[in-house]
């Protein structure tokens, strides 16, 4: 089945670096999402991107739906504590029309004040 | 407006026994998800209904598992018989529908530990 690949697993930064990582998949998506999730809690989306090239931001982050249409990363600047948490690239095939959404295993941010 | 309500926040259940896990979407949410998260993993796509009607089961077990999203009430994860391996993080998702451009919504989760 499809596989989202995220990278990288875990990053453990000072307060103020700027913060990347990314997503790929084995096959075309149409719609890429992220997400951050902190403990005990259910996933919130951060960003939304639907056409190949897309570049959005969203306040201190910005996300690219990469041009293959099989990549999309997100960027975080200046990062404060209140980022920690779990980051999970999401994305949908074309070939779903029920909205069920494929997620990357997750990127672990720590952030060192 | 409330969000999408999920409910019990922690079960625990002895092996061989019953699971019912609920989800009530936000209100006038008519599409619902169920996803699974193991511990330190991505969630994993179950199944998607819509009131009275299962569109996509592709991702549910083939045996224990059932949903229903009846046209009264919350939907509702049912989990027979339930294993060590059913311990994880089940999460409901809710949508007014299934289109690009409006995304779900999470509930917070119902933690399943099976002793």
């Known amino acids: 089945g499809q596989q989202l690949n995220q990278s990288p697993q875990s990053m453990f930064i000072q307060e103020g670096e700027d913060v990347s990582m990314n997503c790929t998949s084995s096959?075309?998506?149409?719609?890429w999402l992220w997400y951050k999730q902190d403990p005990g809690e259910g996933p919130v989306l951060l960003i939304a991107?639907?056409?190949?090239?897309e570049l959005t931001s969203n306040g201190r982050l910005t996300a690219q739906f990469g041009i293959t249409r099989k990549d999309s990363f997100l960027n975080i600047s200046a990062s404060i504590p209140s980022d920690v948490g779990i980051y999970f690239c999401?994305?949908?095939?074309?070939?779903?029309?029920?909205?069920?959404?494929?997620f990357g295993q997750g990127t672990t941010l720590q952030v060192k004040p | 407006n409330a969000g999408v309500m999920q409910n019990p926040r922690h079960l625990v259940r002895r092996r061989g026994q019953e699971a019912r896990l609920r989800c009530s979407p936000m209100k006038g949410h008519s599409h619902v998800y169920w996803y699974r998260q193991l511990p330190e993993e991505g969630l994993k796509f179950m199944v998607y209904l819509q009131k009275e009607n299962i569109i996509d089961e592709s991702g549910m077990p083939k045996e224990r598992f059932s949903a229903e999203f009846p046209k009264e009430g919350p939907s509702i994860l049912r989990i027979q018989q339930v294993v060590r391996g059913d311990s994880a993080a089940y999460f409901c998702?809710?949508?007014?529908?299934?289109?690009?451009?409006?995304?779900?919504?999470f509930g917070q989760g119902t933690r399943l530990t099976v002793v």
């Open positions: 096959s075309i998506f149409n719609t």
């Open positions: 999401a994305g949908r095939d074309g070939s779903s029309n029920t909205g069920k959404l494929i």
């Open positions: 991107l639907y056409k190949a090239g």
């Open positions: 998702a809710s949508s007014p529908y299934p289109n690009p451009g409006s995304e779900a919504f």
